[in-house]
């Protein structure tokens, strides 16, 4: 922070003078930032002018050839031919590349305050600024007026038009994040005693390793020592549930790190408290030895605590692992919710960041809420999930009546029938166009990305238990799934000794295999589907589909594979800083040499070969490690060289992996420079002994 108010300060000059009043005045609509007019019929009334708002979220915009570059930067961490696989950057390093300009941030920064608000935090990736003042503030810098708004018995503040900004900051804020009104939804069932009625069961963390196969990587000696898991909150929790789960379901003793993200926001609310626990005892029965991380931001009048809380997690690096268990569907969250969940979870995935996201509970209707007979809104997916960065976890239901000693049987998760909407979230978003690599048998050709990607199970008819308030009980939805798959990913990185970032991109490649059929790795479910009341939805079938995404796993196969060393994957490429240079008779060059190489791979040794006894050449150093990148090539033609093309060959040496690469010296007829020029300017070069 300190090092921003410094740049900050730089800047702040030109800044201020860049503005003159005139373009102050003139002002520009943020686009998508004008209420929906269903809210109007919620009003009540003007938010009074003195009422602090704090916290609020800015998305900062970025040029399009930033944007090309860090999309280009995606795709290749996940190429596996690529020099950039799995060379993850941290949130400084992509703030430098792909952030917001210094002296952008400077305007912004300089506007806020000077309509009397404070800034209170610009992340790392210079991608948002965290701003607060009065709502009357707030209402001058942005041309607007904030209202009250109440529905589903909850007051919600929004604004009552369009933002708009100084026009002379068009193309550097994207958007207000908070002031829609709206807040993502625990995806959870309400929970319910431990005392089992005919027709249902539970599942302990023994049942779900045994029916997914967790129990054969448990069994090899990995069960996430060394790993991570971020789990998204907006509230605390009680550190004795924790410890009471896990002693009786025979876990080690593990408390969970609780990062408070400003002031504690403490345990009153229930369902926020419920999703909380549930998200960390599930996410330790799997992974029993990875440290959970709960990342606990109390919400505020402007913003959600989980967007806080995620981007914490996110704009620090704090774990490989993510599971955000909330869910808003894609219209509720707006342009700008939209576009801020998109930009956080790209960062997450070139910094090697995997972020699971629950698929909401109210089947193809994900903006209607699960507790409603009848859908009203129309099909719909949850936003948070929908985005190209981030795992999209779906819902299934056991259908057998076996013994869990092993895999049981799945259908798309739908109680839709039982009153309410509980069903697996899914379907085509309205935002998102396809990614290249969602691919595959079933995939629908509908140009749009689809979701979910996976499913575990879900249903209340196997509920999970958890220990809340000092009780066990039940409970289960997407948001049950989620963290549970989010510690199959841990078990995955421990194996492969790897961050996976987007790992889409893998799944989807690894389920389109032959010899990964018949359920190797995933259990393809093509029973049952995600219709409810008033929304048909999408049915299971073979290979992908909007109800299940690719199915449930098999953990120990799906793990095998994916820590397997793909069969394009280089231990380290060779670059040249050009493939071809033309160099007069008695004159020297230098090219650099690179090797991109992870700290896993022994040490790259260097050597340089020619057929011509007219050049010199020779590389410095010899050798390239990981923390030391880089060399020079250096050639040097003899006085009497006559034209020609002379080819010179690099080779690059690390344990059994060999690369060679060639660059082409064209000397060309012409003047050849005396020695005594070198003598003055190049120093040694005149003397070949010396080179």
Known sequence: MRRWLIILFLCLSTALTAQSPQTIRIRMALPGSAPSSALRAFDAGPLAAETPLEKILMLLSITPEQQQALDRLT???????????????????????????????????????????????????????????????????????????????????????????????????????????????????RPTPATLVAGNSALAPADFRAIYDVNQVWNEGYSGDGQSIAVISRSNIHPADIEQFRASFDLPPRAPQVIVNGPDPGTADAADLEEATLDTEWAGAIARDATIQLVATQSTAATDGTYLSAEYAVDHNLAPIVSFSYGLCETSLGTAGNAFLNALWQQAAVQGITVLVAAADSGAAACDTPSETIAKQGRSVNGICSTPYDLCVGGTQFTGTADSLGYIPEAAWNASSGGGLWSTGGGRSAVYSKPPWQSGPGVPADHMRDVPDVALNAAAQDGY?????????????????????????????????????????????LAALPENSGAQLFHDIVDGDNSVPGVPGFSAGVGYDPATGLGSV??????????????????????????????APGRAATVSVRAALPTDVEPV???????????????????????????????????????????????????????????TVTVPSGRVLPCNWYERNLPGYCNPQNF
């Open 75 to 189: 795709s290749a961490q996940q190429d596996p031919a690529s020099s950039e696989y799995h060379r993850w950057l941290t949130p400084a390093e992509y703030g430098a590349r792909f952030g917001a300009s210094p002296a952008r941030i400077a305007e912004v920064t300089a506007w806020l305050e000077r309509e009397g608000l404070q800034v209170n935090e610009i992340s790392a990736s210079r991608r948002s600024i965290l701003f607060s003042g009065s709502a009357a503030a707030l209402e001058r810098a942005f041309a607007t007026r904030m209202h009250r708004y109440v529905f589903n018995g909850e007051e919600h503040i929004a604004s009552t038009t369009a933002l708009t900004v100084p026009v002379n900051l068009n193309g550097a804020v994207a958007g207000v994040v908070s002031l829609n009104g709206l807040r993502a939804r625990p995806l959870h069932t």
């Open 465 to 509: 238990l958890i220990y809340l308030n000092g009780s066990l009980r039940i409970l289960s939805g997407t948001s049950a799934a989620t963290p549970a798959f989010a510690g199959i990913v841990a078990l995955a990185a421990q194996v492969a000794n790897t961050r996976f970032g987007a790992i889409n991109p893998m799944l989807y490649q």
């Open 554 to 583: 098999d953990t120990a196969h799906l793990i095998a594979a994916l820590s397997a060393k793909p069969a394009a994957q280089a231990a380290f490429n060779l670059q040249l800083g050009a493939s071809q240079i033309q160099l």
């Open 605 to 663: 040794s260097l050597t340089v070969s020619n057929s011509s006894p007219n050049l010199r050449a020779y590389v410095h150093p010899d050798q390239i490690t990981a923390t030391s990148s880089s060399a020079s090539l250096s050639i040097y033609t003899e006085p009497n060289t006559p034209p020609g093309s002379y080819p010179l060959t690099i080779t690059a040496t690390s344990g059994s992996e060999q690369h060679q690469i060639t660059l």
